[in-house]
């Protein structure tokens, strides 16, 4: 089998740039070396420390279930004899970011793309774009919650029509993922919990999401989500909170097509407004926000 390659941001002196991949690699498990099951193995202590009484209860019983543990990257096909009978998805190994269209057309599949390769040691806190450990630890659980796993599936197949209707959808339906699946939050009887993948896969997130007055905290509504504007390289301004995965699921249910126009001239809010007919469960202080205008 030949290597796949590591695919990465280009960081060029007007910062980084993405370059994307197209290619369906096959695990290389054989050659993660004794860092990569390190840096696994710290990445997952650290997480699972925080995620106690932070994550919602499915994801940390998804993960138990599929047998994720501490003891090192799990192979794909392990998952997938646990994940296919559950929900009918497979895990498949890529090399790095997918061009948008290719992405949701894995999902309209229910194939979600894995990034093969992990961190290294010195990106522990950060990197800029998924590896193994956010795409394994933090999506392909959810993906065992049937309701969850159907939601996925509808983004993709929502995804694939929204790319043949413009940028503008896209971009609006990318909010949707963003503030869902990527930095959701889920209303449950003990409290606010976590169901992200990009907040369970970090650290300072994962704490700051729930316990720092800065954010705010508003009920999910999906075309003020879709409206809502964000940034890739800091913690959220915003979080929006589901109240079940049927909320999600639901709200993706009808053509998307209507909302599309009526959202073409309808102005975007920067991320960290407030609305008066928001569902407020907290109204962030702003402190620590970065200047950044009015992204
Ligand atoms: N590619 N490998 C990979 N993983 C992702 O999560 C991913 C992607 N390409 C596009 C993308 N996510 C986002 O733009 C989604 O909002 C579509
Ligand atoms: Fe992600």
Redesign the pocket.
Known sequence: MTQPQRVEHLATDKGSVPV?TTAVVDQPWDSYTATDHEVWRTLFRRQRELLQGRACREFLESQDAMGISEAGIPKFSDLNATLGPTSGWTLIG?Q?????L???EHLANRRF???WWIRTPEQLDYLS??DLF??LFG?VPLLMNPVFADYMQAYGRG?VKAHGIGADALAQ??RL??YT??FGLIDTPEGLRIYGSGIVSSGGESVHCLESPAPNRLGFDLLRVMRTRYRIDTYQKTYFVIRGFDELFDATRPDFRPYYEQLATAPTFPAGAVLDADRVYHRGTGEGWAQDGDI
């Open positions: 994307y890529v790095g970011l997918l061009p948008e290719d992405f949701f793309p894995v990034t774009e998924p956010h795409d999506h995804g339906l990318t993922y963003w699946v990527e």
